[in-house]
């Protein structure tokens, strides 16, 4: 791509230039002034943190041939583009780039507060199970021609997302949507075949502002389908209804999952221990014996099945891929410790997410349940209550301790805990800060036949440095149960 055709690309973003533009070829593109080499196009963003546009002219100084951004700006030594919008325009620039790589595609987006990550590993599993091979985005990782790649957001921009589906030969592209990234324009441009959307709980209001706003966020990605895409939504969540009652005013075409009898793939019935699933699909029986626990999961099944069907995968194939599945790292994830009491380590970081997990565990036991869990600095501080409230209705015995903190500083992360426990717990719960310390705690509780839940960081790193010399919450529990033992 050279830089005189940015004129055309751009006008559909509303752009002005400064300067006459030679035909230079444009050999990268970057938002970040650090990556930037000779010849590379910079895409200037304010961004949250900072202003890209402060960063122009070491991107010139380390070999910008061209520079696009929102303010006006006239005196720079290299043709400068002003848009109404520089994400937009990142994205829009990107599929030019990299010749739009989504084509060919069958492009499936998941949103929903929870949940995303796990619908989308069962329908990949459930799609490279029946001949079609498939990408993914999402938190974990993002994956390409079956390889893995690192990953900061859930939600990549489409720089990241054009620039992996360049090399890659798949059939299918599940990317996890996040609701930032579809008010960030991260996926602006892509058309999708298929949107599902979850569910939609309290997080990230201090973000969105109201679940009014978080809703239209998510909305975004069923504007996105193409003609003759379809949605395909959880309508026993509360939003979910609303959001296919509203695509039926408008005409687009919607694959209903629920409990309900006038669902497309209605979940029939459900039994815990072990687990089974029994969906009804045009009048047809599908029993499945998963080895996923939890209502929840039993959604998340019902929405990849539906999916894949969509997609050409059959009845059968589906079925044997689901009970194949084993799981994801960090959601759910079970662990025989050799106290004789399970260990629980999952992802759950919000209320409702919270009680789908420790529901879970009530269905599978009747041993204690001690539970662990700590609050995200930086993150929705509206959530906590409820968590708290939760855990202390649910749990036998819980223990609030640190998350990441991010910015906060230890101190007023302590303040924090321990004024929610003085506030909405119960004297069923205590403060312990050092998470090492509090597995600690928790593996001198435990009997025989009890639940250690460790909720919030699931297989993540830990980002805090601990009392013990572990790196996340399984290896704590074993090793600390080893070292009781
Ligand atoms: C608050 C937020 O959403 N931030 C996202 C946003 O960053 P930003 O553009 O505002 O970045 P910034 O740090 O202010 O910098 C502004 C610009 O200056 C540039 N810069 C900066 C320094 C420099 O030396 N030179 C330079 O050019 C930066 O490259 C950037 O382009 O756009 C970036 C690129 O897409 C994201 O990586 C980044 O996600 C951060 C890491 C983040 O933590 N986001 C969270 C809130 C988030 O998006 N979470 C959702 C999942 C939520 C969920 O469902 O759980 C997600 O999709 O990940
Ligand atoms: N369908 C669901 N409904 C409610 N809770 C769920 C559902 N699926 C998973 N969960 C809970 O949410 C946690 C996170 O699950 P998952 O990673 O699949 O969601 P996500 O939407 O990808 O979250 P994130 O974007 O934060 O990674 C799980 O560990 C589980 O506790």
């Given amino acids: 791509m050279e830089l005189h055709e940015l004129d055309n690309i751009l006008k559909t973003v509303g752009s002005e230039s400064n300067s006459v533009r030679p035909k230079t070829l444009i050999k990268g593109i970057s938002c970040n002034s650090q990556d930037i080499q000779e010849g590379f196009l910079f895409i200037a963003i304010k961004g949250y943190q900072q202003d890209g546009h402060r960063f122009i002219s070491k991107a010139i100084e380390n070999g910008a041939c061209g ?20 994400r937009n ?55 390409i021609n079956g390889k893995s790649y690192p990953t900061v957001n859930t939600t990549p921009n489409l720089l990241e997302i054009n620039r992996l589906l360049a090399r890659s030969k798949d059939d299918v592209v599940v990317i996890e949507v996040s609701s930032h990234a579809l008010t960030q324009y991260r996926v ?39 003609d003759e895409g379809k949605a395909i939504i959880n309508t026993d969540d509360l939003w979910g209804e609303q959001l296919a009652r509203q695509l039926e005013d408008e005409n687009i075409p919607t694959l209903a999952i629920g409990e309900n009898e006038k669902n497309d793939v209605k979940l029939a019935s459900y039994t815990t221990n072990p687990p089974s699933l029994l969906l009804k699909e045009n009048n047809e029986n599908i029993s499945i014996r998963p080895s996923l626990y939890g209502l929840h999961n ?132 205590v403060v312990i800060t050092d998470r090492t310390l509090a597995i600690e705690e928790a593996v001198k509780m435990a009997e025989m036949g009890d639940w250690i839940v460790i909720t919030g960081k699931g297989h993540e790193k830990y980002q805090q440095h601990h009392h013990y010399p572990v790196t996340n919450d399984e290896e704590a529990a074993i090793y600390l149960t080893k070292a009781k033992d």
Avoid: W
Avoid at 344 to 371: Q, W
């Fill in 89 to 143: 325009a990142l994205s829009i620039i990107s599929n030019h780039f990299y010749n739009f790589p989504t084509n060919g595609k069958i492009m499936i987006g998941v949103t929903g507060t929870n949940g995303k990550t796990s619908t989308s590993y069962l329908l990949r599993q459930v799609l490279e199970g029946n001949g079609f091979s498939c990408a993914l985005f999402g938190s974990n990782k993002n994956i």
């Fill in 298 to 429: 039993m959604y998340n099944i019902a929405m990849a099945y539906g999916t894949a069907k969509q997609i050409g995968v059959d009845t059968k194939g589906a079925i044997s891929a689901i009970q194949h599945f084993q799981g994801i790292e960090g959601r759910f994830a079970l662990t025989e410790l050799s106290n004789g009491a399970t260990l629980v380590v999952d992802y759950a970081h919000t209320p409702h997410a919270l009680i789908n997990c420790l529901n879970t565990v009530r269905e599978n036991s009747e041993g204690k349940l001690i539970h662990i869990f700590g609050f995200r600095g930086d993150r929705d501080p509206g959530k906590r209550r409820g968590m708290v409230s939760i855990s202390s209705e649910m749990s036998d015995r819980y223990i609030l301790t640190f998350d990441d903190l991010n910015s906060v500083s230890p101190d007023e992360m302590k303040n924090t805990l321990i004024s929610y426990q003085e506030r909405y717990g119960n004297d069923k719960g």
């Fill in 67 to 86: 520079v696009i951004g929102e303010k006006k700006i006239t005196d720079l030594s290299v043709p400068y583009f002003q848009v109404d919008n520089s």
């Fill in 188 to 226: 602006e441009g892509i058309c999708f075949d298929y949107a599902l959307f979850t569910n939609l709980s309290q997080d990230h209001l201090d973000y969105h502002g109201s679940m009014e706003e978080y809703f239209l966020a998510k909305k975004k990605l069923f504007e996105m389908l193409k």
